[in-house]
């Protein structure tokens, strides 16, 4: 069974960082690109980031780009998201998703909040 | 990049057929996925590749594109389809890789 678990939500203050982690079991990880889903309270689903299977190609929304870091440790099945000067309106419930053949995202985790504020 | 429409919200009876419209300019070029999220949940994939239903996903969902607008179809709607949908694509020629519609509210009514 295909299973993505995220960690390392929290409340932060603007400026802060924080370093999400995606754990993934029951496939071959070293094999799919890797995504970072966000949705902020009440509205609705935006992409963040996203990794090759070899970490070969990032890329990022225009909204954090220069600010967060996508990676992945293939030998410990598992991806994460280095999240630097927070913003208020980087609040938002981040999902980890897989990456399939048509592009689109086939398994979700079941997310983790994260909460900028002063 | 693309930018995908969706109408903020559809209302449908019991037993009836429920269309959502996701539009952008030739987005009949591209693959087209939906989601279905409930409240408090993650998105669950319910269409790829336009028209193709994942495993586990009833017959009554189905999609389709064309043109500049592609549709999921939710036939014999039951309340436990009441949910948010939302479009997606997979914009291979930008750094922008995943784009998302703004999300239709359905409505059983």
């Known amino acids: 069974e295909v299973q993505l678990v995220e960690s390392g939500g929290g409340l932060v203050r603007p400026g802060g960082s924080l370093r999400l982690s995606c754990a993934a079991s029951?496939?071959?990880?070293?094999?799919?690109?890797m995504n970072w889903v966000r949705q902020a309270p009440g509205k609705g689903l935006e992409w963040v980031s996203s990794?090759?299977?070899?970490?070969?190609?990032?890329y990022y929304a225009d909204s954090v780009k220069g600010r967060f870091t996508i990676s992945r440790d293939n030998a410990k099945n598992s991806q994460y998201l280095q999240m630097n000067s927070l913003r208020v309106e980087d609040t938002a419930v981040y999902y980890c998703?897989?990456?399939?053949?048509?592009?689109?995202?086939?398994?979700w985790g079941q997310g983790t909040l994260v909460t900028v504020s002063s | 990049s693309y930018v995908l429409t969706q109408p903020h919200s559809v209302s449908v009876a019991p037993g009836k057929t429920a269309r959502i419209t996701c539009e952008e300019n030739?987005?009949?070029?591209?693959?087209v996925h939906w989601y279905q999220q409930k409240p408090g949940r993650a998105p669950v994939l319910v269409i790829y590749?336009?028209?193709d239903r994942p495993s586990g996903i009833p017959e009554r969902f189905s999609g389709s594109n064309s043109g500049n607008t592609a549709t999921l179809t939710i036939s014999t709607v039951e309340a436990g389809d009441e949910a948010d949908y939302y479009c997606?694509?997979?914009?291979?020629?930008?750094?922008?890789?995943?784009?998302f519609g703004g999300g239709t509210k359905l409505t059983v009514l």
């Open positions: 590749n336009d028209s």
């Open positions: 997606q694509v997979w914009d291979s020629n930008s750094d922008h890789r995943g784009v």
């Open positions: 029951g496939f071959t990880f070293d094999i799919y690109s």
């Open positions: 998703a897989r990456d399939s053949a048509y592009g689109e995202y086939d398994y």
């Open positions: 990794i090759s299977s070899r970490s070969s190609y990032t």
């Open positions: 030739n987005i009949g070029s591209k693959s």
